[in-house]
């Protein structure tokens, strides 16, 4: 069915932020069939202030995980050469 999908929503986890597995995906299915309308949730969003000792523990976390986001998922959101990532990334407590 993904060869005919207008979009695709991708779950991931903000405590093990992208498994081998789900970039193996991206990389080896979703991008050969062309799909670019993808969405990432990145769920888990309030266990990183839960597992922090201190309110900095918290903040470099939060900083890092940011980092990362940018670096690995920013480029899956450029479509015609213009930044989605504002409207494609969304972080999130799905028990909030």
Request: proline residues 3%.
């Given at each position: 069915?993904?060869?005919?999908?207008?979009?695709?929503?991708?779950?991931?986890?903000?405590?093990?932020?992208?498994?081998?597995?789900?970039?193996?995906?991206?990389?080896?299915?979703?991008?050969?069939?062309?799909?670019?309308?993808?969405?990432?949730?990145?769920?888990?969003?309030?266990?990183?202030?839960?597992?922090?000792?201190?309110?900095?523990?918290?903040?470099?976390?939060?900083?890092?995980?940011?980092?990362?986001?940018?670096?690995?998922?920013?480029?899956?959101?450029?479509?015609?050469?213009?930044?989605?990532?504002?409207?494609?990334i969304f972080r999130v407590n799905a028990f909030g």
């Amino acid at each position: 069915f993904l060869p005919q999908a207008d979009a695709v929503v991708m779950v991931l986890n903000a405590v093990q932020f992208l498994s081998e597995e789900e970039v193996h995906f991206l990389e080896n299915v979703l991008l050969p069939l062309g799909l670019r309308n993808i969405f990432f949730v990145v769920n888990r969003w309030n266990l990183i202030d839960v597992s922090a000792v201190t309110r900095q523990e918290a903040d470099a976390a939060r900083a890092e995980l940011e980092q990362r986001i940018r670096q690995r998922l920013t480029p899956f959101c450029v479509h015609q050469g213009q930044d989605l990532s504002e409207e494609r990334i969304f972080r999130v407590n799905a028990f909030g």
